[in-house]
Each structure stands twice: as C-alpha cells, then as structure tokens.
C-alpha cells in the first residue's frame, strides 16, 4: 500500500494550498481517509477524515472552516483543500486510510504515507 502524499509549499499568511493523497495498493472505496499533521517539535495531531462514501467528514475545531477535505473514488485520491492559512498551520501534513473516521480520529489509521511540507509566513 502507498499513499503519496503531494501539494505542499511556502505561502502566505491568508493564502491557500491543496493538499493531494493519491492512494495505490487497497481498495480505496472501502477506507475512510485522513489527514494528519506534525508541527516542529510537537506531537502529530489529527486534521480531518472523510468516510469511504465522501458523506461525512470530521474536523478539528481550529481548521474548521477554513480547511475542506474530499475526495475523488475514481481516481483513488484525497484532498485537503487550505485556505485562510495561518502561521501555526506549518506542519508536515500527512495522509492516512482506515476503516472508520473515528478510528483514524483516535491515530488508529491502517496505513499512513509520508509528508508533505506546509509552510505558512506571517
């Protein structure tokens, strides 16, 4: 199983970024997916998760609003689309793919891929 994780860069306080997982090796359609990110000398903290069917999705409370995650079954891929980014944003933002949202909320995810770098300047 792969998850390959792309899209991150510099960009300004304000600014937005797309955050793209592309998945290889699982039945896609039957993983609910997330996104995790790792901010310098912090612990990995969970993101947003999406459920196999694109139905519900789970966020935590200081991207709410501002962060939209989504995905696409046909092309085995996820997006987080960030916008109205903020300095503590910086992160390396990793993707990851489970059975449950709730299970991949509690960092329980199957599989995990690596990072990509988000930096966001003040």
């Known amino acids: 199983v792969q998850l390959q994780a792309s899209g991150g860069g510099l960009v300004q306080a304000g600014g937005s970024l797309r955050l793209s997982c592309a998945a290889s090796?699982?039945?896609?359609?039957?993983?609910?997916m997330g996104w995790f990110r790792q901010a310098p000398g912090k612990e990995r903290e969970f993101v947003a998760a999406?459920?196999?069917?694109?139905?519900?999705?789970d966020y935590i409370p200081s991207v709410q609003g501002r962060f939209d995650i989504s995905r696409d079954n046909a092309k085995n891929m996820v997006y987080l689309q960030m916008t109205s980014l903020k300095p503590e944003d910086t992160a390396v933002y990793y993707c990851a793919a489970g059975g449950m949202t709730a299970t991949i909320k509690a960092g329980y995810a199957e599989y995990w891929g690596q990072g990509t770098l988000v930096t966001v300047s003040s």
């Open positions: 090796g699982l039945d896609f359609s039957t993983y609910s």
């Open positions: 999406i459920t196999w069917t694109g139905k519900s999705t």
